[in-house]
């Protein structure tokens, strides 16, 4: 059963594994988080909005990236950014783009879309009169926002944005389907060329466990702490 | 943008000689739905009783349900179907393992059997959410009466925790279907997949995959309204509100 487990080959590959891999993995899950929280954000003041044509955007494109699997929307992107590139660029073919480009615009502008829906619960759970009051001592919509409502919302939110991005870190797995060496991706490339799938994606489903579940811990202690002081 | 449409490629030929291309997307959605409709019930079945063991009184067994949601809510979904399709025929004894590589569809019975242990743990973390939010007098009354643990949570829990958490097991359902495409890293024909090979076969890349939104789309407001009623039909009078949690009292 395990009597020919290779342990040798995981050593071998470890700096493969977590300089390559890992890294592009981190760095996506970073850059994508921090982007998809700004524009989700942005999103979800347009869906609160009371001018309609925005509330009506913003409510589709969330409920669009919603019904859609993201493994559709990595290869929506994969095909659609070379387009775009050549559209923005002037240039007379589709332009070459590289793979972390490719996968920061899809995981942004798909994750921005939960975060948005994060965001809206966060602003709605502040008190109407908050907004009220800060119109009354002539704060601009953007004053009341930015000064007032954001900084709460988020502040009460972090334990959920947290627990999204964990899912995000889960979620950069699947640029598996477009061949990009992320951690997943460095371990199947080792796997298929030693002929050692057991050993990489047991390996690789322990690393996945041991971050996701000590990133959760931490975030639920977090949490007790956020709502002690509260 | 130069790029030539041509959205007359879905009733064209496939390269299967006998269908359209719109027939393979629509046998791509057949798959879809199947692959989620027989993960769901994996996943309803052991969710629940997962669900129910991290309410019950003994701490071994809600220790065991706990480690349970753990273990397959931090692992990447991709991670798990490789382990089933990939590494587990080769960690079992070498004769179940060569009977697991020559079933016939593997990948689909490996993504049924992945996808609804994976969404198991979800539906039994909803559960669990759903039994604490009643109030523990209900619980009490049952064994007060007279039922036993299992009849009250048959009888008094159970009917009502499911209610409550109708809207969140919705959800869970459309990410079952979403889910689903990741199968085709496994070499399941399901409608993600459908829409892939309609690319490569006819180079007419936006036309497969606005063909697979469309269809995800269709789906997705056919599951929403269809629980809506399912939600008004199961609602308690006085109790349950449509959308809301219970009521306050």
């Given at each position: 059963m395990f009597s020919d487990f290779d342990w040798d080959v995981i050593l071998r590959s470890l700096p493969y594994l977590f300089f390559d891999g890992m890294r592009f993995t981190l760095m996506l899950t970073a850059l994508a988080t921090a982007g998809g929280i700004v524009i989700g954000t942005l999103l979800a003041l347009m869906r609160l909005s009371s001018f309609a044509p925005f509330s009506i955007v913003a409510g589709g494109y969330v409920n669009l990236m919603r019904s859609m699997p993201l493994v559709l929307v990595i290869f929506w992107i994969y095909f659609l950014v070379p387009y775009i590139g050549q559209w923005v660029t002037g240039a007379s073919r589709p332009i070459q783009v590289g793979a972390l480009v490719t996968c920061l615009v899809t995981f942004t502008i798909f994750e921005a879309a939960y975060f948005c829906e994060i965001m809206r619960a966060g602003i709605q759970s502040i008190p109407r009169g908050q907004t009220e009051a800060a119109k009354a001592i002539g704060m601009t919509y953007w004053q009341t926002m930015g000064d007032v409502i954001l900084p709460q919302a988020f502040r009460n939110m972090i334990p959920v944005l947290l627990t999204q991005t964990i899912v995000l870190f889960q979620d950069t797995s699947l640029v598996y389907v477009i061949s990009v060496t992320d951690f997943l991706g460095a371990a199947s490339k080792i796997a298929q060329r030693d002929g050692r799938l057991v050993e990489m994606y047991l390996f690789a489903a322990v690393v996945y466990f041991i971050v996701s579940l000590g990133a959760s811990i931490m975030v639920r202690r977090l949490q007790r702490r956020v709502a002690i002081v509260r | 943008m130069k790029y030539n449409w041509n959205?007359?490629?879905?009733?064209e030929i496939s390269p299967?000689?006998?269908?359209t291309y719109l027939g393979s997307l629509m046998f791509g959605m057949v798959w879809t739905l199947a692959t989620a409709l027989s993960a769901w019930i994996i996943a309803l079945a052991v969710g629940s009783v997962i669900g129910v063991l991290r309410t019950a009184p003994n701490p071994w067994l809600a220790r065991f349900a706990n480690g349970y949601v753990e273990l397959f809510r931090n692992i990447p979904l991709l991670v798990q179907m490789f382990l089933w399709y990939f590494v587990l025929p080769e960690v079992v004894p070498s004769s179940i393992g060569t009977w697991l590589k020559q079933l016939p569809n593997a990948s689909f019975y490996t993504t049924v059997f992945c996808l609804g242990l994976y969404t198991a743990a979800r539906v039994a973390e909803q559960l669990r959410a759903g039994i604490l939010s009643l109030r523990s007098g209900q619980r009490m009354a049952g064994l007060a009466m007279g039922l036993t643990l299992p009849q009250t949570y048959r009888y008094v829990l159970l009917p009502m925790a499911y209610r409550i958490i109708l809207p969140p097991l919705t959800s869970e359902f459309l990410n079952i279907i979403k889910n689903s495409a990741v199968a085709l890293t496994i070499g399941l024909m399901e409608l993600t997949a459908a829409a892939r090979s309609m690319q490569e076969f006819s180079f007419q890349v936006f036309e497969a995959f606005t063909g697979a939104t469309i269809i995800y789309i269709v789906i997705n407001i056919i599951v929403v309204n269809g629980m809506r009623i399912l939600e008004k039909r199961l609602s308690v009078p006085g109790y349950i509100s449509l959308g809301k949690p219970a009521a306050a009292h």
């Open positions: - | 959205w007359g490629i879905f009733f299967d000689g006998v269908h």
